[in-house]
């Protein structure tokens, strides 16, 4: 079993930056495609970013130009760098992680991003 850990949420103003990352509780035992979706209240789950083993990246489209995934391989960590963060950013944010053999990822506990308006 993989439990994605994620930190790095809080508050910031708009316009501001915020890094989140994401690790699993232990070594992962196959390459897996990780990423992020988050919720807003009252809203459902929404793709935010996603980076595949050979580092091919995809993003909703409502965070293209803003916000940024990378990965560690070495850690198994991934990272999404948010930019110019605006309220509508304001939600919990998850990790997921996907072994390659598998067709759903695990889900971490979320981290909540908070943007004022």
């Known amino acids: 079993q993989v439990q994605p850990v994620e930190s790095g949420g809080g508050l910031v103003q708009p316009g501001g930056s915020l890094s989140l990352s994401c690790a699993p509780s232990g070594r992962l035992s196959s390459i897996s495609t990780m990423g992020w979706h988050r919720q807003a209240p009252g809203k459902e789950r929404e793709f935010v970013a996603r980076?595949?083993?050979?580092?091919?990246?995809e993003y909703g489209d409502a965070v293209k130009g803003r916000f940024t995934i990378s990965r560690d391989s070495a850690t198994d960590t991934v990272f999404l760098q948010m930019n110019n963060l605006k309220p509508e950013d304001t939600a919990v944010y998850y990790c997921?992680?996907?072994?390659?053999?598998?067709?759903?990822?695990?889900w971490g506990q979320g981290t909540q991003v908070t943007v004022p308006s």
């Open positions: 997921n992680i996907r072994p390659i053999h598998m067709s759903v990822g695990y």
């Open positions: 980076i595949t083993p050979s580092g091919r990246t």
